[in-house]
């Protein structure tokens, strides 16, 4: 499994652009890794990185055989993921992709489900932003993602969908108003995230400009909150106590979430009933499913 273990080093090299980098990760010495991967170009016969004063990129001969190695490696674990199928799926490891709406409540309490049936199965998160899930998927950096108002190129299959509303946090009860949205202070997500399109959108439609005094790619702790202030979330992915305030009667904003597998893949056991339990989750928060 010589081979293996550079196919992976590789794979670590071309993810943080630096040699030295990888070798920090992996525990030994850039040195040791420059002449490891230096031996596999010898055999190789073949320039497979251009090395620069601030890092490495691929060549042209690189990025073929990166190609051939990291279906190599998904081949491989699939043949690992076969042989855990013959222990009837109680064990093994789900890579979820997330966005980073979804890391704080809903995701973790569906985890947290799955794992009182299984606790064998263990669970890898990898953050991932809504436009980049095809590419994530499809270098078999993950089994399923999980992503707010995804923005999908057809290389990528749906497999559930939800629709979840958007709620308002903030430490008093009482109802909010448009013009909250004005005078309160606004604590709104990061405008990479799905959530924040949607807020976007239900500002413009009533003419309102949002003026955030904080912006965050995860939910702001209550205890952080100012009296004053305004925070926008998934009502499932509040799971304190802190005072949750509908916006129905503003028009009920919602964003979709999906749960995404990579085009003709097959999942294990241990991931298809993870989606399984997703999915009849989503049918008690209003999902289409697919």
Not at 17 to 29: D, F, H, N, P, V
Not at 34 to 49: C, D, G, V
Not at 155 to 178: F, G, Q, T
Not at 212 to 232: G, K, N
């Amino acid at each position: 499994m010589k081979h293996l273990q550079i196919y992976h080093a590789f794979k670590l090299i071309v993810r943080e652009g630096s040699i030295r980098k990888a070798s920090e990760i992996m525990g030994i010495s850039a040195s040791s890794l420059n002449r490891q991967i230096s031996a596999f170009e010898a055999e190789l016969n073949a320039e497979l990185f251009d090395r620069k004063a601030t890092g490495v990129r691929l060549t042209v001969a690189g990025e073929i055989y990166y190609r051939q190695f990291i279906e190599h490696i998904a081949r491989l674990e699939g043949a690992r993921k076969t042989v855990v199928e013959l222990q009837g799926g109680s064990v093994g490891l789900i890579t979820v992709a997330v966005t980073g709406e979804l890391v704080q409540g809903f995701l973790p309490s569906q985890i947290q489900q799955y794992r009182q049936m299984f606790p064998g199965v263990r669970f890898k998160l990898v953050p991932v932003l809504r436009g980049n899930v095809d590419d994530l998927l499809n270098r078999y950096e993950a089994d399923i993602a999980v992503v707010v108002q995804p923005e999908m190129t057809g290389k990528s299959e749906v497999l559930c969908i939800a629709d979840m509303a958007v709620c308002a946090l903030r430490a008093h009860k009482e109802p909010v108003r448009l013009q909250d949205f004005v005078t309160d202070e606004l604590i709104l997500p990061d405008p990479s995230l799905g959530v924040r399109v949607v807020l976007d959108l239900f500002a413009r439609r009533r003419r309102l400009t949002l003026r955030a005094a904080v912006e965050s790619t995860v939910r702001i702790p209550s205890v952080l909150m100012s009296p004053t202030a305004l925070q926008f979330w998934l009502r499932e992915d509040v799971c304190d106590h802190t005072p949750v305030q509908s916006l129905a009667h503003l028009g009920n904003p919602t964003a979709r979430v999906a749960v995404v597998q990579r085009g003709g893949h097959s999942l294990s056991i241990a991931a298809t009933r993870f989606v399984s339990l997703l999915s009849r989750n989503f049918e008690q928060i209003g999902v289409s499913g697919q």
